[in-house]
Nanobody, 121 residues
Framework: EVQLVESGGGLVQPGGSLRLSCVAS????????MSWVRQAPGKGLEWVSA????????TYPDSVSGRFTISRDNAKNTLYLQMNSLKPEDTAIYYCTKHTGNSIWYQRDKRGQGTQVTVSS
C-alpha cells in the first residue's frame, strides 16, 4: 500500500522559512516523479513544485519560484520542500504527491494527509 506521510508544517512569521518532509513507503520511491501541491482555505489544489526520480530536474510555478526548493533523498525514501521568504498567501495545507511514472508530466495518483502551513504575524 502506498503511503505518503508529511511533516514539518507550522506557524511562521512572514519572511520566515520552513522545511517540509514526506516519507514514502509501499512503492519504489526512486522510480517515480514526485510533486508538492497545496490547498488554501476555500480554494482548489495548486501545484507548487515537481521533480524527476533523480531529483536533478525540478520545476516551479511563478508564485513560488526563487523561494521554494524541492529535493529528495532516494536512500531515505524522503521528499523535501524548503520554503523561504514565506508570505501570508502561502498559508495552506501542503500535500506530497506521487506521479504515475518517472516523468513530472505524468498524472499524480496518490497524496498524503497533508501538513498545515500558516504564515502570519
Amino acid at each position: 500500500e502506498v503511503q505518503l506521510v508529511e511533516s514539518g508544517g507550522g506557524l511562521v512569521q512572514p519572511g520566515g522559512s520552513l522545511r517540509l518532509s514526506c516519507v514514502a513507503s509501499g512503492f519504489t520511491f526512486s522510480d517515480y516523479a514526485m510533486s508538492w501541491v497545496r490547498q488554501a482555505p476555500g480554494k482548489g489544489l495548486e501545484w507548487v513544485s515537481a521533480c524527476n526520480p533523480g531529483g536533478d530536474m525540478r520545476t516551479y510555478p511563478d508564485s513560488v519560484s526563487g523561494r521554494f526548493t524541492i529535493s529528495r533523498d532516494n536512500a531515505k525514501n524522503t521528499l523535501y520542500l524548503q520554503m523561504n521568504s514565506l508570505k501570508p498567501e502561502d498559508t495552506a495545507i501542503y500535500y506530497c504527491t506521487k506521479h504515475t511514472g518517472n516523468s513530472i508530466w505524468y498524472q499524480r495518483d496518490k497524496r498524503g494527509q497533508g501538513t498545515q502551513v500558516t504564515v502570519s504575524s
